[in-house]
Each structure stands twice: as structure tokens, then as C-alpha cells.
């Protein structure tokens, strides 16, 4: 077997795509037709199998991309090879490139396509009968909350149990108490319902952080892959060589400033690679006599060089803005330990000189900055072009619209700001209720990790004739975010580590303790409101007060199956006119307040939507609960779904392996789809 790369992958002018196979003493030879080939493989390293000169298998990574059938039986031959070309080869193929449906504990409401305005807001100095020809109302929404699942939400932290943490990286177990009583913050209770009124109300995507992801996609399966080495190299057709386009320097910081110094520049070229010459483990950088640095990158995958950087060239200098190093510190997928690694900040604080080596690519955003991004090893972690916020429609960010959460919870801007007119109490036990949690003793939960927005292929639209090769990535300038993303319900079992004590010691800096709330303890709050129009609080009990069966989740856990909770309300209006004329009422005092009628409030605000989605979308539907958006809503708020036949599986995170091939995420209704068609 020889060893070869594939250069000069292109379409040919039919449209197909060839290419050359180099070998090591540079003499180059057509790849023979029939090979499966990508533009990806421009410049992958190959082995070669040759018979009387003629390539008869050529092999990457132990996969086979071409092979050459023997010829000791014609007949055979040509029966065999309509056979599998026609089938065999069709569906292996298509396999190849179809992605196959994902899993996973949560799954994504889809975006509206317009936002529906808020009513006018009153002025808030006064309670209001009417204003701007709204009937306006003040009271309160009595909740009873239910916990379905053992619910969990973590308490605060006093200054004794911080000081723990940080020498024990040990977490306070305890539920949120304050004062030694379990509760639920009104806070998240506030979130969890303000969701729900931008999800039911067609609001604008309000609340997502608007960062810009990292990538390295050398190894990955899709077209990130190509897309990643368009960016890092090039290769040039004439010369038949491939370059870098990244650079080697040495990035500084002086006072509170950043910089990169370039490495000086010897026979065309920055830094080279030079044989591994042993399997470290570990990232490492060696300054060699000759004022060069040798920068070893570890022993991850089959890396067989590293890199050897030329002495800085102390008269260059590239600024480094604040902005390049602030998105280099948030990209939470860094590779950072606690003994100094490729953490290219830290090992500057621990450098004499407040330097270290780097490699760097100038670039220009879309608003025309020039930008520097970098990193410790030549391929490394590069930023997408685009931020989040750049995927989501323009409409659904509009600053100067208020919409209706908007209306009612709020809003902060720079041009305009005023207050939310709905308060949220902490929830409390009910009267009667002991032995409230699952243990006496902290519990240890399944290891949870992060979400994960990288995967590009779940958090993003993709093609109705998606492959692994069209995928939307962050990149693609079009593509929309797949919309909010909620928690499948789940029946509350299994959530336990159950890892062995070697097991549980090893996995420990990731393992947590906790003490929820059994299923069964019942809690009670009050939702106060001001100067609302109907309308609004037919929005706020439209979010509460949700189909038979369908349930809300709060806490942590939810992954798990933990936070699902019910939520019955009853409605109670403040008659200040009542209130002030008459002191007493009977025997006790008149304060004024009346239950009045849930079904009245949500059929208004339901009502108000309907009629502008309608109109918006030339429908012509009757119920809310029968737009598309909707019931994808509602399938995932269905507590009914948990028992069906391989739901668990169904809800569960893949495994590692489970993701090299992109498998994108089916809609909420397409998931529950596949229980009930057959």
C-alpha cells in the first residue's frame, strides 16, 4: 500500500467530479472513475493500492472510496455489478448522505412570521377605569401549583457555603428556601410564563443572547468541514500546492491592551511543521535556542506533526480589539483545564513576558470591522461570521414595536423604557404538607451537559432536501433559527446517577447533589396586576391555564424529566370604587373584590389574536389551538405523551457517536407523529 493525498478535486465540464491522486515523490495520477468522491477530500491523505501500475483501491481512514472489481469472471461480474449498482450501491449511497433523524429531551416551537402589536400603554400615576377605549382592571390570578415530577430549583448561596464551593467545588443541595421554607421564586415563575406569552401571543423573539459560536470542522462529516478548510487553506490548481491562510505570531498584552506581534518571515514562510517526536499528552510550548518556539498540541486523534514558530518581529504589531477578546473568552467549547493549557490568556498572565505563541487570520465583519481571531495550535477554533442574532428575521427584533409581553411585563431600551404592570410572588406550601422531598439526603442527578447551539443541524432551519453535504450551519446567511426551544415532559423515573463510588470520584468535578420536591406537593401564588385591559390578562391566564393534560416545567432538570408542574387559576377583580365608598361589608371590611370569569378573559385574547393572524395569513381558523405553531405547542406540552411505547428513548440525548453524522431534529409534531400512525 502507497501512501497519497487527493488534490485538484472539481467538476468536470459533464458536471462530475474528478481529481488526481499525488504520491510522495510528487508524481500524480488520475483518480479512476467510479471513486466517491467530495470536494472536502481536497488535500486528505489517502492509501493506495496499484496493479500493474493501474490504481485498484484507493482508502481513507480505512474507508473505502474506490475499488476496483477482479476480472477472473465476466459473467459474474456483470450480473453482480447491475445488481449492486442499480440497488446496493443507490441505498448505500443514499445513506450516506441522508442524515438520520435525531433524538433528544427537547425540541423547538417554531418562530411566528409576524408580530402582532401590543394595545397603548396607560400612564402609570394613577389606576385607570379606561384609557385609550379599553376597560381597564386591577387584581389578582390566585395559582395552585402542583408539583407532576420531582421538581428542583437550587438555593441561594450564603457567604460560608461560597467559600465550600470554591474549595470543594461541592454545590448547595438544598431546594430554594429562604429563611428555611422551600419555595418557588416568583422570578422563575415569571420567566416560565413570559415565555409562554411570546410563544401564544406572536411576540417578538425577545430574549437570546447574541453571541458568535466558534468552530473547528477538520474532521467533520458535513459541509462544515469544507467550509472550515476554505478558511484555513487554499490550494492553488497551477502549482498543485496547498497553502495556509492562517498566520503565526505571538499575541501580548500591554497594560490592558492587547496585540499580536507577527513572527518574522523566513524563505516565504512564518512557522513549519516538524515531526512529533514523541505522543504528549498535553498541550506544550518549548522556546528553542534559536529564539523559535515549538508548540506541541497534544496527542488527540493521529496527529503526527508540530509546529515551530519564527522569532517574533518585534517592529509589527496587530491591535486586538476588546470585542476579539471578549467572544474568545465566551466560547464556551474552549479546551481549558486548571494546570495551563491552550487557555491562550491564561498562559499570558503566567508568562514572564505577558506573551505566548499563536496563530491568527484578519478578517472583516459585517459591519465592515477588521477583526483578529486566534488560537494555540494552527487549526485552530475559528468564529462563524455570523452571530445568532443575525438568524433571526428582522421583523422579530424590531426595537420600536411594543408587542404584548412587551406591554404587559415591560421593557428597558435606550429610547424607551417603562414598567411591567404584573408582579409575581414567590409560591408557598400549602397549609398541611410535610415530608415534602424525595430523600432526606442530597440525591445525585444524571450528569447534564449544556446546550449545545453548535449543533448547527438542531438549532437552525434545515433544506427540505437536506444531506449531510447542504446542512445550514451558522455561516449560511439565510438560514432561521429553529424558534423557542422547550423541554419534552417526561414520567419523572430514572433520573438518578447510577454510577458506582469509582465511577461517581471519577466524573465528580462534573457531578452535582441535589434535594427536589416529590410529585404531589401543592404550592400557592398570586400574580398581581395593574391597569390591564382584558385582552392582557386573557394572555397571561391563556399561558397559565393550558389544555387538559398539558403542563408547564420549571427548574433545573428538565433534561430529566424533573419540573413538571400544574397550574389551576382563578381570577379576582379590585373594585376601588366599591372599595373606597363603602368601608364594611357585612361584618368585615370591604375591600372590593370580586372572582370573575377566566373563560371571558382568554376567549378575548384569543379573539384579539385570531383576528390579525387571520387577516396576516388569509386564514381562517376559529380556535388558536389549530394554527400549526400551535399544536406543535401542544404536543410538547402534553404530559399524555410520556406514556407511550419508547417515548423515554425518544426524549433521551444521543451519544457521542450518535452526532458525527449531523442527524437533524424532526418538529414536535413529526416526533409525536411516529407513535401514532401506526
Request: hydrophobic fraction near 30%.
Amino acid at each position: 500500500m502507497e501512501k497519497a493525498k487527493l488534490i485538484n478535486i472539481r467538476k468536470s465540464k459533464k458536471g462530475k467530479l474528478i481529481g488526481e491522486v499525488q504520491f510522495e515523490d510528487g508524481k500524480t495520477m488520475s483518480i479512476p472513475p467510479g471513486a466517491k468522491l467530495d470536494v472536502s477530500l481536497n488535500n486528505i491523505e489517502c492509501s493506495i493500492e496499484r496493479n500493474s501500475g493501474a490504481i485498484t483501491n484507493i482508502t481513507i481512514d480505512e474507508k473505502v472510496i474506490f475499488s476496483k472489481a477482479s476480472n477472473s469472471d465476466p459473467v459474474s461480474q456483470k450480473i453482480n455489478k447491475k445488481h449492486y449498482t442499480n440497488k446496493t450501491t443507490k441505498q448505500a449511497s443514499n445513506k450516506a448522505t441522508q442524515p438520520s433523524k435525531a433524538h433528544a429531551p427537547y425540541n423547538f416551537i417554531p418562530l411566528n412570521d409576524t408580530v402582532i402589536e401590543g394595545q397603548p400603554i396607560p400612564d402609570f400615576d394613577c389606576y385607570h377605569s379606561e384609557h385609550a377605549g379599553l376597560k381597564r382592571f386591577n387584581g389578582y390570578i390566585e395559582c395552585q401549583l402542583e408539583s407532576i415530577t420531582p421538581i428542583y430549583i437550587r438555593d441561594t448561596y450564603t457567604t460560608e457555603e461560597i467559600i465550600k464551593k470554591e474549595e470543594s467545588n461541592e454545590d448547595n443541595p438544598d431546594f430554594f428556601s429562604p429563611g428555611g421554607i422551600a419555595r418557588i421564586p416568583g422570578s422563575s415563575l415569571r420567566g416560565m410564563i413570559r415565555t409562554m406569552v411570546e410563544i401564544m401571543s406572536w411576540g417578538k423573539f425577545g430574549f437570546y443572547e447574541d453571541k458568535r459560536l466558534f468552530y473547528r470542522g477538520l474532521a467533520d462529516k458535513s459541509n462544515l468541514r469544507l467550509e472550515y478548510q476554505n478558511n484555513m487553506s487554499s490550494y492553488d490548481r497551477n502549482t498543485r500546492k496547498s497553502s495556509y491562510k492562517f498566520n503565526a505570531g505571538y499575541l501580548k498584552k500591554d497594560g490592558f491592551d492587547y496585540y499580536i506581534i507577527p513572527a518574522k518571515v523566513n524563505n516565504g514562510k512564518q512557522f513549519r511543521q516538524v515531526p512529533k517526536r514523541n505522543k504528549n499528552e498535553k498541550f506544550i510550548i518549548e522556546k528553542q535556542k534559536s529564539g523559535e518556539y515549538l508548540v506541541i498540541s497534544g496527542s488527540m486523534g493521529n496527529k503526527k506533526n508540530d509546529w515551530l514558530i519564527n522569532e517574533p518581529d518585534l517592529d509589527q504589531r496587530i491591535p486586538v480589539s476588546d470585542l476579539d477578546i471578549k467572544e474568545y473568552i465566551i466560547d464556551e467549547n474552549r479546551y481549558s483545564d486548571d494546570k495551563g493549557d491552550g487557555n491562550l490568556l491564561r498562559l499570558i498572565s503566567m508568562s514572564k513576558d505577558r506573551m505566548t505563541p499563536c496563530f491568527y487570520v484578519r478578517w472583516r465583519d459585517e459591519d465592515g470591522r477588521e477583526r483578529v481571531s486566534f488560537g494555540h495550535t494552527g487549526f485552530f477554533r475559528l468564529p462563524y461570521k455570523y452571530t445568532i442574532g443575525d438568524h433571526i428575521p428582522e421583523n422579530l427584533k424590531r426595537k420600536e414595536l411594543i408587542d404584548i409581553p412587551e406591554s404587559i411585563f415591560g421593557k428597558i431600551s435606550e429610547k424607551q423604557s417603562f414598567a411591567s404592570r404584573v408582579f409575581f410572588e414567590d409560591a408557598t406550601l400549602m397549609p398541611g404538607q410535610n415530608d415534602i422531598f424525595v430523600s432526606d439526603e442530597p440525591l445525585t442527578p444524571k450528569i447534564l451537559s449544556s446546550p449545545k447551539p453548535t449543533t448547527f443541524q438542531h438549532y437552525l432551519e434545515q433544506p427540505s432536501d437536506v444531506t449531510v453535504k447542504n446542512l445550514n450551519h451558522w455561516n449560511t446567511k439565510e438560514a432561521k433559527i429553529r424558534g423557542y426551544k422547550l423541554y419534552w415532559h417526561k414520567d419523572g423515573l430514572g433520573w438518578e446517577y447510577e454510577g458506582n463510588d469509582e465511577e461517581k470520584a471519577k466524573n465528580k468535578r462534573i457531578l452535582t447533589k441535589i434535594k427536589p420536591i416529590k410529585p404531589g406537593i401543592k404550592f400557592k401564588y398570586r400574580i398581581r396586576f395593574e391597569n390591564l385591559s382584558q385582552e392582557e390578562i386573557g394572555a397571561i391566564l391563556f399561558a397559565i391555564d393550558l389544555p387538559e393534560n398539558c403542563y408547564h416545567k420549571i427548574g433545573m432538570g428538565k433534561p430529566l424529566g424533573l419540573g413538571t408542574i400544574k397550574i389551576r387559576p382563578a381570577l379576582f377583580l379590585i373594585n376601588r370604587e366599591s372599595r373606597y365608598t363603602n368601608l364594611f361589608e357585612n361584618e368585615n371590611w370591604n375591600l372590593g373584590v370580586e372572582e370573575s370569569n377566566i373563560q371571558k378573559f382568554k376567549d378575548a385574547f384569543e379573539q384579539y389574536v385570531l383576528n390579525q393572524v387571520n387577516k396576516l395569513e388569509n386564514s381562517d381558523l376559529s380556535s388558536l389551538w389549530n394554527h400549526e405553531r400551535m399544536k406543535h405547542l401542544k404536543v410538547i406540552l402534553d404530559f399524555e405523551n410520556t406514556k407511550l411505547k419508547g417515548w423515554k428513548q425518544e426524549t433521551d440525548y444521543m451519544e457521542l457517536k450518535e452526532f458525527k453524522n449531523r442527524p437533524v431534529l424532526s418538529k414536535p409534531l413529526e416526533v409525536y407523529n411516529k407513535f401514532t400512525s401506526n
